[in-house]
């Protein structure tokens, strides 16, 4: 009896250990660069900006993280970004500090899976702005990330942007970003079925072990 019960824990444990990996395997990690129209900026030169148009832009995946679940293809897959904005528009609003902060209105980035899975990612908050090159910005936000087949569920994400203007005012604006996330779905990590595991398996032995001392005692 007592085998058999180790041994069915046994099995669970390892099931539910391969079950929940697969599930940590799925991460956004993708990169998307404006393919074409005029990414415009609010200010004196792109350093000192406090906002980013994006409207006339297709953004393209340019690079795809093997483990990636977005469902996107790489070249062939876009995304797109809307700002909550009056009228809605893809502005991203940063102001012109450097710091952390909320943005001036929350960024929507949505896309649709090769499997016709569809992703909608809400941007909130500024992490941080590189101001420090010339002509140059990079942003750093963050956000919630969920899904229409429960794959990710309010899952924490990271948006880094980057925009350069080579050559200055009146130049072609060329911006690219990556969106990452370190979470999977709601599903417990690995480590933590492994413990539910081992503990239901402790539970389990201390039964068969109080089972024997309560037939000894009655055996006396």
């Known amino acids: 009896m007592k085998r058999t019960v180790i041994a069915v824990l046994g099995a669970v444990m390892i099931a539910t250990f391969v079950a929940s990996s ?13 393919a074409d129209g005029a ?9 000192v900006s406090t906002a980013l148009d994006l409207d006339g832009s297709t953004l393209l995946v340019v690079e795809k993280n093997a483990s990636d679940a977005s469902g996107l293809a790489l070249l062939t897959g ?3 970004l809307s700002a909550a904005t009056s009228p809605p528009s893809s502005d991203i609003i940063y102001g012109s500090g450097t710091g952390p902060g909320s ?15 569809t992703f909608t990612e809400t941007l909130t908050s ?16 963050k956000g919630m990330l969920s899904d229409a087949d429960g794959v990710f569920t309010d ?51 201390a039964s068969i ?12």
């Open 22 to 34: 697969a599930a940590e395997a799925a991460v956004i990690n993708f990169g998307v660069a404006s």
């Open 126 to 141: 500024i992490v941080s702005i590189n101001r420090a090159e010339t002509d140059q910005i990079g942003l750093t936000l």
């Open 103 to 117: 943005l001036g209105a929350d960024v929507t980035l949505s896309w649709t899976g090769s499997a016709g899975d």
């Open 209 to 220: 072990r109080r089972g024997k001392a309560n037939r000894a005692l009655l055996s006396i």
């Open 39 to 47: 990414v415009t900026y609010t200010g004196t030169s792109l350093d």
């Open 78 to 80: 876009t995304v797109a």
């Open 155 to 205: 899952t924490p994400v990271l948006f880094s942007l980057t925009a350069n203007q080579a050559g200055g005012a009146g130049q072609t604006i060329t911006s690219s970003f990556t969106d990452t996330t370190s979470f999977s779905s709601s599903i417990p990590e690995s480590s933590t079925w492994v413990m539910m595991a081992l503990g239901f398996a402790a539970l389990g032995y």
